[in-house]
């Protein structure tokens, strides 16, 4: 599916696009408009001519991952909230994510390695419920670690091509399986621990808020935070509530309303995260804090967790239908499908 | 309108009043009631005389503030509800706010001079809804920052006055006003900044709160904090909110519970205040502030702000009436009425 | 009621309690099931034969104290909800409390004194429920200061003799005076202090939780928090509520999952307590904090922390019968009633 060239890009541009992200923590003082950052953002993609031979072109907004397969590419698509019935044929689909399970710890660890920025595609999301759900089913599972295999990013978030140019009809399939990955993870029977290995914003920052605990590897040039609204996008309620209830209310306010991608240091101090450590310290921090959490009895920690999170969740599920729509109809504004398309347009004039 | 006399008194009469609004910082550890509260205030307002000649009588009881017209000063009062109607008269009675609109920045700054202490009289909040609509409804202004123009006092809070001997149509005019600030202010499209230049207790520590970010002047002579419990009045439940919304539910029950008045460096502790800085950098400080705000894609950081608050404000706009019943039967009771006449005979006495 | 030699016992066994409970502190790292902790207990508890004698048999669970009174001691209970009818015979079973009332101050003093370490069994409750039931009705009674007079330990929660082997009938009065209990504390009209010179895990934390301030003894060996989950039993929603208000959702959410027991310092950073102070210092230091708080005016006091904890309280109220079902349902499982049985039993080999 994807080509040798492809994956040997991955560490140049996933460096070009780390820089990037990080970078927008110093337009605070900027005014930026969608397409003033559109154009900022061009510089990063016409490095990558070699994506167009792939297949697929990558292109990252932000917090944002833009990704366009080609149609070759894109009839394996599956409903996220098909899960079950896509499982028969997730090995031959199963490029985008690697799990490790230890038997003898009960412990699984999740790796994405979606090259170039993890970003959650339609695919990504459809492959990563599949693994989740086999995971929840298997009860000599009572862990679950996830982690990053590419260089400096964690997950760049939501991919931005499944919103462009596509039918309210793929848009509204697109967004079920973002619901569909936040409601697994957040009412996970397992204790799920988030070991952050490089830029985790928007989608990416979202995923780390489902886990039970957040380990963050202490790079500055890291950064975390659901920055939507720098894109002149706005976090769902869910998004904004799974974030207020982490940091508090005012903080999620300030956070939200600016787009603010954190530094490790500056995450932990807010409560974005829970432990900073130098990155190889990331995966043993994992394991014992995963072991720390194993000794509750299962059945009361869940019934906790449960308590704890249901209320939030029970938002979404009530409401999970008008959120599509909600999705669907900001997306599918001309406005917002406007600025996607003179900024792909303006990709491709620096391109030729 | 207002003599010269009056104008002159100002800073004197502030002077004094500051220090009262401080020293009940002090208060905590002794047994007070509104009577003995009442009867120390007086050495504040015979200091006045000329009150009297200017048509207006103001005294302050702690966060609050009493200004009693007298009765050609009243006829032009407007309900805050028909703002509309009463705009086209605005520059007639346009003394209590000036407006400073900067159309190359798209920022307003609203001065707040209504002396001695900026109380929240209804013709003040009349006058301050009708600026405040004024600037929403124009699409060039995107910003807006709130200070005082007179020394020492941010805001005092409301006016007592309004709340005493006054039949319940009026007291309850005089509720709706105060609730419409709120309603405007906490939803206001505009980003909004509160540059805190003096103490800001009650009515002017809940309209800072209202704002997206709250600088104040570092000087450990002014205080900010809902501090209605100290007179025996309480904080209605969006008061409540608000705080909450900003600092927790466990620093809000305190702070209310206790009347808190808190120094800018605690108020910074207890996040009541985003940023503390000297009375010099305070206006530099609020435009490099709104400069970061406005870089936010509007649309964007103005359907996250209502995402954050809305479920606040749709809280009192669903009880808004019960509200203003609540606030009228609390305040026309005999025994709250009772302790203000024999305070204001105090007050006479005294005078006399 | 209880023979000489039962309270002689107090000092020892309270040793090695507090001991005992302080240790779960260092258990994250260890798988542990209910059979392994009671396992764990019998060392405890083995130490105490002359219970038997006095007959009762205290054992304590973590932060769960089990009694089991002989039949003949179990006649005097009354429900918590017919408090009033119970209140004449109050003098013949009030060995469990004691109250000292200062009427020049109008602060009375709760001494919690029922050995070996103040667990939460249906007479503690009845009589607690009735101690505070007085002083609420007395005008005179305006603060509250609620401390234990056995060393170490303030109080180490549930009695978990009340929920083995008993009829839903009896667990569910017992429940329901557990929900008395807190129901009144949390809405107390008194200004409520909790002097915490000892452990306090569980029950014994969620009392503290309900009063206005907590002020803690310094001393490291002491701990508090809710630490049902540790042993398999799961804190219901108002524990949740009412720790959530205090220090909000996320760390709610880590300290009942893991079922955290916090050190004094650890306490006070996360907001668990509001003070430490040494062992000398804590009534001294309650009884001023008593008189700042009395120093606000009691009207506007009461209503502003009905204004803030009625939210919390109307939830239980208006789900009380159906909590009391769940707790019923959950607790008469054969799974813990089992674990409950092969404890006791293992107990009863030990003691031979």
Redesign the interface.
């Known amino acids: 599916m994807r080509s040798k060239g492809h994956r040997g890009a991955r560490p140049r541009c996933t460096r070009t696009i780390a820089s990037l992200l990080l970078s927008v923590n110093s ?8 397409n003033s950052l559109f154009a900022g953002l061009v510089s990063c993609h016409v490095s990558l001519p070699h994506f167009k031979q792939s297949g697929f072109r990558n292109v990252s907004v932000g917090g944002f991952f833009l990704s366009q397969a080609s149609s070759s590419s894109r009839h394996g698509r599956v409903c996220a909230s098909t899960v079950l019935a896509a499982q028969q044929r997730s090995n031959s689909t199963s490029s985008k994510i690697s799990v490790d399970f230890d038997q003898s710890t009960g412990v699984a660890v999740m790796h994405m390695k979606s090259p170039p920025v993890n970003s959650l595609s339609l695919d990504f999301l459809t492959e990563f419920c599949i693994s989740l759900e086999k995971l929840e089913m298997d009860k000599s599972c009572r862990g679950l670690i996830i982690t990053s295999s590419l260089p400096k990013v964690f997950s760049a978030g939501l991919d931005i091509l499944e919103m462009y140019g596509k039918s309210p009809e793929s848009c509204g399939e697109f967004w079920k399986a973002v619901q569909e990955m936040w409601l697994k993870l957040y009412s996970s029977n397992m204790v799920t621990v988030a070991a952050i290995n490089g830029s985790s914003p928007a989608g990416g920052c979202l995923m780390s808020l489902t886990c ?2 957040r380990i963050m590897v202490d790079n500055p040039r890291y950064s975390i935070g659901l920055n ?8 769902p ?1 869910w998004f ?1 509530d799974t974030m ?7 903080v ?3 956070a ?4 603010m991608l954190y530094s490790p240091a500056e995450a932990l101090n807010i ?1 974005l995260v ?1 432990q900073i450590v130098p990155e190889d310290k990331l995966m043993s921090t994992a394991e ?1 804090t995963m ?7 299962a ?3 869940q ?3 449960s ?3 249901k209320p939030t969740v029970d938002r979404l599920t009530s409401k999970r239908e008008a959120d599509v729509q909600n999705f669907v109809s900001f997306i599918t504004k001309d406005a917002i499908q406007n600025s996607l398309r003179v900024y792909l347009e303006m990709l491709k004039r620096k391109k030729a």
């Open positions: 337009f605070h003082n900027v005014r930026l408009d969608l039970d605990y939507e609204t720098q894109l002149g996008i706005v976090a309620f904004k207020a209830n982490t940091v508090g209310h005012r999620t306010e300030m939200l309303a600016l787009g409560g829970d014992q072991a720390k959490w194993l000794a509750i009895p059945h009361a920690r019934l906790t967790k308590m704890m999170r």
